[in-house]
């Protein structure tokens, strides 16, 4: 019996072992990829981020923009920012794309045949770290992405320290820009929908990037000479040529995703009053683009006040501007639009006409509006630019007003971007919703999710105290206004 007891226990022994000696070996799918090479990550960083901002902004941002606003299940547009319904959670999708342009990041030091790829990833760095701070204000950053060495609840860092500290955005840009201009190696960039693997392009979307972050922090910190450096240069977006843009497909899977909603969710989302009046009082021919007239008078545009209360509210859509054909019948004709020689145009006018850098501020303006329209496949009528409330400073109007409008407009579906100007600039002016869930406050920055309450606790309880417990009323730094 004790011979039969050893002889099974070593056979036990023996299986244990043979088990775990080949297990990695043994249990590895052999069709399964076990890593992704920097081509491969860079076009889905650049595309998920895109496709999914592009849909963002549709849904969510140009609702706290005021340039759409919804009827119905639309907490969101009553300033309720923590129950999200269509979008409104842009967290997770800048930190996945954060995470997986680290990786490309890391492979580039790694390997000397990935070298090229470590400017143009420091810049979509840069650039997706611009995005999360204007939204949120202080954030996880340096110590952020450091899951695989142990440390899965980072600090939250200043914003103050994310856009001018060693390593954060400008920082960043700036190596890029160096990296790119000394690269000799013979590895072609792959995988970049942007600009075709062209790396002088990629150095005049940085040096924009940073005309962008200096403008955005420009009220904190003193920037015209960093401006006229760049603007002497003459290394920034000039033409549409130079645009960081990729086409979305008529069909899926590239497709605008809101082209393929169901026809009652597309339709949720109408002008608001604030666009409807800003249009009607520019004359601008825009609005055949963005909207539909009305079916009840179909020579009307007409819009909602934002933030509608729907169980208060009787409304019908034929008394109101849907959104229009480019989002949906011809949606192969959109864009996502990470930056644009047209808002690169305006944020030099503005800077020009603060004197912060030696140019003319009216040239940059009426540039950047005459760009804005071709973007938007709209013929810019003849007399826009001289006659009118759109031409430059017509019966004394306030040049920042008209720069910042015109950018908000063009704006539409670039994420947040009309919402975070109007932090910024207080402009165009926003209405005062329908029916508030945030005491009739516009909201100024998005709340952390909850997430980072179950998974991050000690660290979000700080950044929690320090914006009046998570509040969306707490201002982020740059905004001084």
């Given at each position: 019996m004790k011979i039969f007891n050893y002889i099974f226990l070593s056979s036990v022994l023996f299986l244990l072992i043979s088990c775990t000696e080949d297990f990695q070996e043994i249990n590895t799918n052999p069709n399964a990829p076990v890593d992704v090479q920097p081509n491969l990550l860079l076009r889905k960083v650049i595309f998920d981020y895109g496709e999914q901002m592009s849909y963002e902004g549709f849904v969510a941002g140009n609702l706290l923009g005021q340039l759409f606003t919804a009827i119905d299940f639309n907490l969101f547009d009553r300033h309720s920012l923590t129950e999200p319904q269509f979008g409104g959670n842009p967290w997770d999708i800048l930190y996945i794309n954060l995470r997986d342009n680290e990786i490309i990041l890391e492979k580039s030091r790694e390997n000397i045949a990935f070298a090229v790829y470590e400017g143009p990833a420091l810049i979509m760095k840069?650039?997706?770290?611009?995005?999360?701070?204007?939204?949120?204000?202080?954030?996880?950053?340096?110590?952020?992405?450091?899951?695989?060495?142990?440390?899965?609840?980072?600090?939250?860092?200043?914003?103050?320290?994310?856009?001018?500290?060693?390593?954060g955005i400008l920082d960043n840009l700036n190596q890029a820009i160096e990296l790119l201009q000394s690269y000799n190696g013979i590895s072609t960039l792959e995988g970049d929908i942007l600009f075709n693997g062209n790396l002088d392009a990629w150095i005049t979307f940085a040096n924009s990037l940073k005309i962008k972050a200096l403008m955005r922090i420009s009220e904190r910190v003193d920037v015209s000479s960093e401006l006229q450096i760049i603007y002497e240069s003459g290394c920034f977006m000039h033409s549409s040529a130079d645009d960081a843009i990729f086409n979305f497909t008529t069909s899926a899977p590239n497709n605008f995703r809101m082209s393929t909603a169901r026809v009652g969710d597309f339709n949720l989302f109408?002008?608001?009053?604030?666009?409807?009046?800003?249009?009607?009082?520019?004359?601008?021919?825009?609005?055949?683009?963005?909207?539909?007239?009305?079916?009840?008078?179909?020579?009307?545009?007409?819009?909602?006040?934002?933030?509608?209360?729907?169980?208060?509210?009787?409304?019908?859509?034929?008394?109101?501007?849907?959104?229009?054909?480019?989002?949906?019948?011809?949606?192969?004709?959109?864009?996502?639009?990470?930056?644009?020689?047209?808002?690169?145009?305006?944020?030099?006018?503005?800077?020009?006409?603060?004197?912060?850098?030696?140019?003319?501020?009216?040239?940059?303006?009426?540039?950047?509006?005459?760009?804005?329209f071709a973007y938007w496949n709209t013929t810019i009528p003849d007399d826009y630019l001289t006659q009118g409330p759109a031409a430059y400073q017509?019966?004394?109007?306030?040049?920042?007003?008209?720069?910042?409008?015109?950018?908000?407009?063009?704006?539409?579906?670039?994420?947040?971007?009309?919402?975070?100007?109007?932090?910024?600039?207080?402009?165009?002016?926003?209405?005062?919703?329908?029916?508030?869930?945030?005491?009739?406050?516009?909201?100024?920055?998005?709340?952390?999710?909850?997430?980072?309450?179950?998974?991050?606790?000690?660290?979000?309880?700080?950044?929690?105290?320090?914006?009046?417990?998570?509040?969306?009323?707490?201002?982020?730094?740059?905004?001084?206004?």
């Open positions: 840069a650039y997706l770290t611009a995005a999360l701070t204007d939204l949120y204000g202080d954030v996880p950053y340096l110590e952020a992405l450091k899951g695989k060495d142990g440390n899965v609840t980072p600090s939250y860092d200043t914003q103050e320290a994310i856009y001018s500290a060693e390593n109408i002008m608001s009053k604030t666009m409807e009046e800003i249009l009607e009082n520019l004359d601008d021919p825009r609005r055949t683009v963005f909207f539909r007239p009305t079916s009840n008078e179909p020579s009307s545009f007409k819009g909602l006040l934002n933030g509608p209360d729907a169980s208060q509210l009787s409304i019908s859509l034929s008394d109101f501007s849907l959104s229009g054909k480019i989002f949906r019948e011809s949606a192969g004709n959109l864009k996502a639009n990470f930056l644009t020689s047209w808002e690169v145009h305006f944020l030099l006018a503005e800077a020009a006409e603060k004197d912060w850098i030696n140019a003319s501020a009216q040239e940059l303006y009426e540039t950047g509006v005459q760009q804005a017509a019966n004394n109007a306030n040049p920042i007003q008209q720069i910042i409008t015109q950018k908000w407009l063009a704006n539409i579906t670039n994420g947040y971007e009309g919402w975070i100007e109007y932090r910024r600039t207080g402009y165009p002016a926003l209405k005062t919703i329908s029916a508030s869930l945030n005491n009739d406050l516009i909201p100024v920055r998005m709340p952390y999710p909850t997430t980072e309450d179950a998974l991050n606790n000690t660290h979000y309880a700080e950044a929690a105290q320090a914006t009046n417990g998570n509040s969306v009323n707490a201002k982020v730094w740059w905004d001084v206004d």
